[in-house]
């Protein structure tokens, strides 16, 4: 497509399409994606992101759609900080959106409305991404030996090896589960029971000497978010263990989507982890 003339100020953007001026300003959704496809000189793009709602409803196969300015999963209107994570899939220029769809369908399987509500708290601390799966991918910090910082004999453990002092073992493809109920759901509890896994900078403060390790779990089984540390840490039933990183200021991602399982192996990767029992 030829070039086509436009114009980007600190409030809006404008493409003349066809004869006519099109703009769109920066407070709305599709703004970002807009401007970035302008400004890559991507004008069939920029096209295709003046019309939002056909955007989203494409990408989507159907699944999403915008009603009255919110964007809908069927009948359920999702959460801003959710919105801002599909529009960073349509700017990156993912092609699928199956893996947003399966994250979607696993946050609503959590059983809890204020689970749900205080995940959208963490996950609005920079851009935890999502894997194929629709996990989403955290971090956290463990002792030099693998154990648990801390520990909790009443806590019931369905998966993973557990010593006399409550500790967990956190090895690389190991899955770590506890009974939900021994997770702590009130989020004015700070230092409490439950698996704890948090962002790259609450996680790499917590390992100190120790390890940081990546994680993912299923939305299904966040439980809470306390709120101390800026929402950064959250307490959930169940994490796998993706990987052991470097404790070094470069090691977090930062990218909105990563393939960590797409074909068995882990591709790329993000953010969090603490723990106060596992």
């Known amino acids: 497509?030829?070039?086509?003339?436009?114009?980007?100020?600190?409030?809006?953007?404008?493409?003349?399409?066809?004869?006519?001026?099109?703009?769109?300003?920066?407070?709305?959704?599709?703004?970002?994606?807009?401007?970035?496809?302008?400004?890559?000189?991507?004008?069939?793009?920029?096209i295709d992101y003046l019309d939002i709602k056909t955007s989203i409803k494409e990408f989507s196969d159907g699944e999403l759609s915008i009603k009255d300015g919110a964007v809908y999963y069927y009948a359920e209107r999702l959460h801003g900080t959710v919105v801002d994570k599909l529009l960073e899939l349509l700017e990156s220029g993912m092609s699928t959106s199956a893996?947003?769809?399966?994250f979607i369908k696993n946050l609503l399987d959590?059983?809890?409305?204020?689970?749900?509500?205080?995940?959208?708290?963490?996950?609005?601390?920079?851009?935890?991404?999502?894997?194929?799966?629709?996990?989403?991918?955290?971090?956290?910090?463990?002792?030099?030996d693998g154990?648990?910082?801390?520990?909790?004999?009443?806590?019931?453990?369905?998966q993973g090896e557990v010593n006399e002092r409550g500790q967990i073992m956190n090895r690389v493809g190991d899955t770590i589960e506890v009974m939900r109920r021994c997770v702590d759901d009130d989020r004015n509890n700070q230092c409490s029971h439950g698996l704890h896994v948090g962002s790259f900078d609450y996680a790499k403060n917590w390992a100190g000497g120790g390890k940081l390790l990546m994680v993912r779990f299923n939305p299904a089984d966040a439980v809470s978010v306390p709120q101390d540390a800026a929402c950064q840490k959250l307490r959930v039933a169940m994490y796998e263990i993706v990987e052991e990183v470097e404790i070094q200021d470069d090691a977090e991602i930062t990218k909105p989507y990563y393939g960590v399982y797409s074909d068995g192996n882990t591709t790329e990767h993000d953010d969090g982890g603490e723990g106060r029992i596992g």
């Open 147 to 158: 154990w648990s910082k801390s520990g909790n004999t009443q806590t019931t453990v369905l």
């Open 1 to 46: 497509m030829e070039n086509m003339p436009y114009i980007i100020n600190g409030t809006s953007a404008t493409l003349i399409y066809e004869g006519k001026p099109y703009t769109l300003s920066a407070n709305q959704s599709n703004f970002a994606p807009f401007k970035k496809a302008l400004l890559n000189e991507d004008f069939e793009a920029a």
């Open 99 to 102: 893996p947003f769809i399966k």
């Open 110 to 144: 959590n059983p809890s409305k204020s689970s749900v509500d205080e995940l959208y708290d963490f996950l609005s601390y920079k851009s935890l991404p999502i894997d194929d799966e629709g996990y989403v991918i955290a971090y956290k910090g463990v002792a030099a």
